[in-house]
């Protein structure tokens, strides 16, 4: 009965909760990474560490620490929210093209920090295109864990070049991961899963994860279980494929 | 009726037009000048232009980038015709021809002529081997090129090997440097990234490598279309400083509000004694200080200098717009004063040198603007074109909404509204 107010009336939260709902935040499942959208890039990260008041007010301007984990591509923000419960000491930022959904990650965290207070204030997004502009957002050797949960496979060999995993992007992934630090993929596309690992595989500045260290990592888990195309994914009864890497020095002479 | 008129003004501005480009072998043994498709040379050894020899007959369709290398034993080409020429400048033959996938957007050679490194449109970054070099080898070679690095879909607007060999640097036109780790190791890939050069509010358009005694490190002069010439440490990135110079050069006007009021940098060049840098404005050209081209519409496009002789050469041109145009013009200009010994207590003028004093004199400037002499007429559709090729180059196409809506026509996923 109050949802009829809410047709006429829409309002884009929910009233029991105070978190944005998924209906008014729609968007088609892809966006063009080609493009170049009308939205800010920063001229450089230390321009970046200016706007990073705005997104942990609780963190900045006096802060010193950076940022160290960024989802690529986080969708409706799954993994960042259990993340920032998990690693409640550590920044973290998600990068979302599509600008609807990246309106309702923000609305989420903000959200969600008004109902749990002291919580979720290491959390925040940004709508960008991490194709082309990481290197604005992320000093040299920063990030200490970089997210690609399901990326939009692309299937189409002329449309390859437009995966975010790549050979050749995979030389700004590095630069800003720190050595020691974690390149975390997954996808239910088992080509898709086969590319990347290729990629990685192929690349000299990574090694994959023993099987050891991923059953000791606890973030290894939350890969397929806290995004909603991980549940989806779950619900039906697919198959997940995983690629877990880590940046190392390079073995050449300078 | 109103589609129709888009398609035109479309198609206009689709018309690539290529600025003209000029390259000074090191030593000043010869001078060349690229128009389009033409590539122009003139030998002063001989007081004549140079005949090329090429078993493929040249390039067909405007050349975007030419370079001689650091010994001037190689002087390479490529452009729109997606083919990079390697030629001997000894006896002017095409030694090496490699084909490019996409168009090639810009090219270096490295300091010990083993490689040639060229970038395509799609901001790909490809390494020729060419260090197996036999002159007595008399046709043309077909090399294989191999990606090393890339700009994820920028155009890469220029392309060069450090001095100190160690890293090859790409600038492009989203306003990135990127430095990158480089060694004959490193062939099938550069992975690598030593750093970026961030900063720049528009395209990045030159790169020029200033030598000086107190800084050791490396140092890099980027010009960019947002009027500025910036200065950095190449191992670090870091900005060591920025020179507004359009406002410099007395051209901007703070009180325009059009959107081109600020001056692009459309070249640079670092003089032969590395001490200053020549940065050539849309309007004019300025070395630390204002060289002002009187008497004609001159927009320098291109300028380049020889290591061991003080002059900076300078070129306007564009390939023409119209079809009427039979010949593909170029103004050649020479200034003169350049790199001088600043101890001396007085330091000779920088000025542009007239016609009749130009090195090589008349020969030079027939064999390599085409014609003797440049009427205003001819001038000013040349600066024309020139101020169009540069826009189409460097800065992104805007389309209008209801441009932007009738390319969407075919999609069928989301129904575009009458």
Redesign the interface.
């Known amino acids: 009965m109050l949802e009829h107010d809410s047709f006429s009336n829409p309002t884009t939260h929910s009233k029991t909760t105070g978190l944005p709902r998924k209906r008014f935040y729609r968007a088609r499942a892809h966006s063009n990474p080609l493009s170049d959208s009308h939205f800010l890039v920063p001229i450089s990260p230390a321009h970046f560490e200016n706007d990073c008041t705005a997104h942990f007010p609780k963190f900045f301007p006096n802060g010193s620490k950076k940022i160290e984990f960024a989802d690529i591509g986080c969708g409706f923000g799954g993994l960042l929210i259990s993340l920032a419960t998990l690693f409640p000491d550590t920044l973290m930022i998600g990068m979302e093209l599509r600008d609807k959904v990246t309106e309702y990650v923000k609305e989420r965290i903000l959200a969600l920090r008004a109902s749990s207070p002291g919580r979720y204030d290491n959390v925040s997004v940004v709508r960008t295109n991490s194709m082309k502009y990481i290197p604005n957002y992320f000093e040299k050797a920063q990030l200490t864990k970089m997210f690609f949960l399901f990326p939009d496979p692309h299937f189409k060999e002329k449309n390859h070049r437009r995966r975010v995993i790549s050979p050749h992007l995979l030389d700004e992934y590095a630069y800003v991961l720190k050595v020691d630090g974690i390149i975390y993929t997954i996808s239910d596309v088992e080509e898709l899963g086969a590319w990347m690992k290729g990629c990685l595989d192929d690349h000299e500045l990574f090694e994959p994860l023993t099987e050891e260290e991923l059953a000791a990592d606890p973030v290894v888990e939350l890969l397929s279980t806290a995004t909603e195309e991980g549940q989806k994914v779950a619900r039906n009864e697919g198959q997940t494929f995983r690629a877990v890497y880590r940046r190392i020095a390079s073995a050449r002479p300078r | 009726m109103v589609e129709h008129d888009i398609d035109e003004s479309e198609q206009k501005l689709d018309a690539e037009v290529a600025p003209a480009l000029i390259a000074v072998h090191p030593y000043q043994k010869f001078v060349s000048v690229a128009v389009g498709s033409d590539l122009r040379v003139f030998s002063f050894q001989h007081g004549s232009a140079a005949q090329l020899s090429d078993d493929t007959g040249g390039h067909k369709d405007s050349i975007r980038a030419i370079r001689y290398s650091k010994s001037g034993n190689l002087f390479v080409s490529g452009g729109d015709d997606k083919l990079v020429k390697v030629w001997d400048t000894d006896s002017w033959r095409c030694v090496y021809s490699v084909v490019s996938e996409k168009r090639v957007t810009s090219l270096a050679v490295s300091g010990d002529d083993k490689f040639v490194s060229f970038a395509d449109k799609f901001g790909?970054v490809y390494v020729v081997d060419i260090g197996d070099y036999d002159d007595e080898n008399r046709a043309t070679v077909h090399k294989k090129a191999v990606?090393i690095?890339?700009h994820?879909?920028?155009i890469i607007t220029r392309l060069d090997f450090s001095p100190d060999g160690r890293y090859i640097i790409s600038a492009d036109r989203?306003?990135?440097i990127?430095v990158?780790?480089f060694?004959k190791?490193?062939l099938e890939?550069?992975?690598?990234?030593q750093?970026?050069c961030?900063?720049?509010?528009e395209f990045v358009c030159s790169l020029a490598f200033p030598r000086s005694q107190d800084y050791a490190r490396g140092l890099l002069v980027s010009g960019s279309g947002d009027s500025t010439v910036r200065l950095w440490d190449y191992n670090s990135?870091s900005l060591l400083d920025t020179c507004e110079i359009g406002t410099k050069a007395g051209l901007s006007n703070s009180n325009q509000k059009q959107e081109d009021a600020l001056p692009a940098v459309t070249d640079l060049c670092e003089t032969c004694d590395g001490s200053m840098v020549a940065a050539a404005i849309q309007r004019t050209l300025s070395i630390a200080k204002v060289v002002s081209i009187a008497g004609e519409t001159f927009i320098p496009t291109s300028i380049s200098a020889a290591s061991s002789v003080p002059l900076l050469w300078m070129v306007m041109g564009a390939s023409s717009l119209s079809a009427t145009d039979s010949t593909l013009l170029a103004r050649v200009r020479v200034v003169s004063g350049l790199g001088a010994d600043h101890s001396e207590p007085i330091v000779p003028e920088t000025s542009v040198v007239e016609d009749k004093e130009v090195p090589g004199g008349e020969p030079l400037l027939q064999a390599l603007q085409g014609r003797l002499t440049i009427n205003e007429e001819a001038s000013l559709t040349t600066a024309e074109a020139v101020k169009t090729a540069m826009h189409n180059l460097l800065i992104?196409k805007q389309y209008s909404a209801e441009r932007r809506d009738f390319r969407k026509r075919g999609r069928n996923?989301?129904k575009i509204k009458p």
């Open positions: 790909v990606p690095l890339s994820y879909c920028s989203d306003f990135k990127r990158t780790l060694s190791e490193r890939g550069a992975h690598e990234i750093c970026f961030l900063g720049h509010t990135g992104k996923d989301k």
